[in-house]
């Protein structure tokens, strides 16, 4: 049982760039593939990035393509979500998701993911 945990959150200008991380306290993450998705109310739950188990393949939204990044730090147990050139429709609650052996698949819903942790905001706003 995963028991997930973003931070990094927080209210910036257009522009400036935040650095989200997942980790897990108790279990190693490394067997398992790591989305972030991003919820705004009334919509859908949308998948940002994601990164394989292996951690050979990434996959971004056409939206964030060229603006954020997404690695993993095995050693730390920390998967990380770099955003930079932020902007207003950037505005969301950002979760991090697992699923055991996760390949990062290039369409994926938040059905694939087993695990979810609780959510950091980030907020764009000048």
């Known amino acids: 049982q995963l028991t997930l945990v973003e931070s990094g959150g927080g209210l910036v200008q257009p522009g400036e760039s935040l650095r989200l991380s997942c980790t897990d306290p108790g279990v190693t993450l490394n067997y398992y593939g790591i989305g972030w998705f991003r919820q705004v109310p009334g919509k859908e739950r949308e998948r940002v990035s994601c990164?394989?188990?292996?951690?050979?393949?990434?996959n971004y939204e056409d939206s964030v393509k060229g603006r954020f990044t997404i690695s993993r730090d095995n050693a730390k147990n920390t998967i990380y979500l770099q955003m930079d050139s932020l902007k207003p429709d950037d505005t969301a609650l950002y979760l991090c998701a697992a699923e055991l052996f996760g390949p990062c698949r290039d369409s994926e819903s938040s059905r694939e993911y087993e695990y979810w942790g609780q959510g950091t905001q980030v907020t764009i706003s000048s």
């Open positions: 990164i394989s188990s292996t951690g050979r393949t990434v």
